[in-house]
């Protein structure tokens, strides 16, 4: 009977990961709260089973009502585990188990036995849920409210007036598609009367590009005719040429300038008129000799055969 209580108790023990004929090491570490945590689930290190959670416990705070939940933890691998690493509570599965998860610190000394880690505690799925959905909410929110501004705006915008203008125009647009589909069905039966027209002109189109390419040669030809000819006028002196008749005009502006002032022979013969009323009293005076040698002859003119006759009285 007391072996077979022995084997029970060993047996129980090794059932919850302890062994009675090793020195396992117990550390601890004290939680604010442990959502399914329970005795047994693995402690971790990098992935890898170190130990378990062997015993939970409530645990009164000092002159305060609150209670917080020592977890005790037995260690069946010889690690060094730092000062002042986590024990942080995480799940192990998509299901919710939980294990506790060995964060090593950078302390260059380790825990001995009944030491004490820091506890820490991933966020359960409710609050990284609500993490994840506070920030789309917020825009859900704002996107809601920007969809009632525009929604009050639309209906401002679309009134009875604007309902029925945009009516007529869809009227319109569709009068509009009626009328192309016409004038395409037209222009397809223009196209079918005048195939044969548009063959010809297709025709004669190409006959023309045809001449071109037989003539293609002395179309070259007339374009370097074209490009010597402007060869030579880049190089004729034109510049010379132009600034040579622009003296010209200069000097020819100059000299009727001075014939409009009077100066000269050529001024004087334009601006005085002395010269124009002698010429026309000399004209008026050679037409009155002129009449009076036709009607006096006698005056100017005496010719005599038989001997001098007394002189004629001469008339008026």
Do not use: C, W
């Amino acid at each position: 009977m007391i072996l077979a209580i022995a084997l029970l108790i060993f047996g129980f023990n090794f059932l919850k990961g302890s062994n009675l004929f090793k020195n396992q090491t117990k550390i601890y570490a004290l939680y604010p709260r442990v959502d399914g945590l329970i005795e047994a689930n693995p402690l971790l290190m990098n992935g890898y089973k170190i130990g378990q959670v062997q015993d939970i416990s409530l645990v009164a705070q000092k002159n305060t009502n609150e209670y917080k939940v020592l977890v005790t933890f037995l260690l069946n691998e010889a690690v060094n585990i730092p000062k002042g690493s986590l024990a942080k509570v995480i799940s192990s599965d998509i299901l919710g188990s939980k294990a506790v998860q060995i964060e090593v610190s950078n302390s260059p000394l380790f825990i001995n036995n009944g030491d004490t880690l820091v506890a820490a505690s991933e966020d359960d799925l409710k609050t990284t849920v609500d993490k994840r959905i506070a920030p789309l909410q917020k825009k859900a929110e704002n996107l809601i409210s920007s969809i009632d501004s525009v929604m009050q705006v639309v209906q401002h915008v679309l009134n009875a007036n604007v309902r029925e203008n945009l009516i007529q125009s869809f009227e319109s647009i569709k009068n509009a598609i009626i009328s192309l589909e016409h004038t395409t069905i037209r222009v397809d039966t223009l196209v079918n009367k005048e195939q044969y027209a548009i063959a010809n002109v297709i025709n004669k189109i190409n006959s023309i590009v045809n001449n071109i390419e037989r003539n293609n040669e002395k179309i070259a030809d007339v374009i370097n005719n074209f490009h010597n000819i402007s060869d030579s006028l880049a190089q004729a002196n034109i510049k010379q040429t132009i600034d040579n008749t622009n003296k010209a005009l200069t000097q020819a502006n100059v000299i009727l300038n001075q014939i409009n002032s009077g100066q000269g022979t050529m001024g004087k013969l334009i601006r005085n008129d002395s010269l124009y009323n002698n010429l026309n009293k000399s004209a008026e005076d050679l037409d009155k000799l002129m009449k009076d040698l036709r009607i006096n002859p006698e005056r100017y003119v005496h010719v005599s055969v038989f001997g001098r006759k007394e002189r004629k009285k001469p008339k008026d």
